[in-house]
T-cell receptor, first 115, second 115 residues
């Protein structure tokens, strides 16, 4: 049973560029959340997708956008990259329909470096 | 808003020592509480959880009790091993019905166990 998978593992971009990160949720999960983890910090919630819609959003600018597909996979897009966007981006999935106490399962993340 | 405060690290212990990592939270109502562990180069793994006051979560020798009166969820283990070396994150998830439950994380505590 595959867990949460993210691609790519590492990515290097320059300021002003755009990037797309991808996530496939754990089998049976229908909800995908994205988190940004700066070096030495805890993850910060970016947004969550369920039924192909953004359901909640954290305190991130609209340069950060996302999408969820009918197969529940998701993308995180970041436009006009800044040096401060360098971080580990984590995807987490859960099964909302199973009840609100279900824990989130995390992927290994995408390490994004901005030069 | 919701917040989680964790004991400052790093923490260095000898093998078989007793471990305590303090965690306190601020939230409205009765959030669910979690401990996640992150090994080098990996994503977060759920270690244990508690969903209501006085619940005790436990896994792999680790324990934490949900204390509503002190708004705390301290992590303990009676005898640590070298393999427990990792970063530990305390997190909370607010009560919600039928909608997304974002996680709010503490800043993490780096644990190193020496043989």
């Amino acid at each position: 049973d595959a867990g949460v998978t993210q691609s790519p593992t590492h990515l290097i971009k320059t300021r002003g560029q755009q990037v797309t990160l991808r996530c496939s949720p754990k089998s049976g999960h229908d909800t995908v959340s994205w988190y940004q983890q700066a070096l030495g910090q805890g993850p910060q919630f970016i947004f969550q997708y369920y039924e192909e819609e953004e359901r909640q959003r954290g305190n991130f600018p609209d340069r950060f956008s996302g999408h969820q597909y009918p197969n529940y996979s998701s993308e995180l897009n970041v436009n006009a990259l800044l040096l401060g966007d360098s971080a580990l981006y984590l995807c987490a999935s859960s099964r909302l329909r199973a009840g609100s106490n279900q824990p989130q399962h995390f992927g290994d993340g995408t390490r994004l470096s901005i030069l | 808003g919701d917040s989680v405060t964790q004991m400052e690290g790093p923490v260095t212990l000898s093998e078989e020592a007793f471990l305590t990592i303090n965690c306190t939270y601020t939230a409205t109502g009765y959030p669910s509480l979690f401990w996640y562990v992150q090994y080098p180069g990996e994503g977060l793994q759920l270690l244990l959880k508690a969903t209501k006051a006085d619940d005790k979560g436990s896994n792999k020798g680790f324990e934490a009790t949900y204390r509503k009166e002190t708004t705390s969820f301290h992590l303990e283990k009676g005898s640590v091993q070298v393999s427990d070396s990792a970063v530990y994150f305390c997190a909370l998830s607010p009560i919600s019905s039928g909608s997304a439950r974002q996680l709010t994380f503490g800043s993490g505590t780096q644990l190193t166990v020496l043989p």
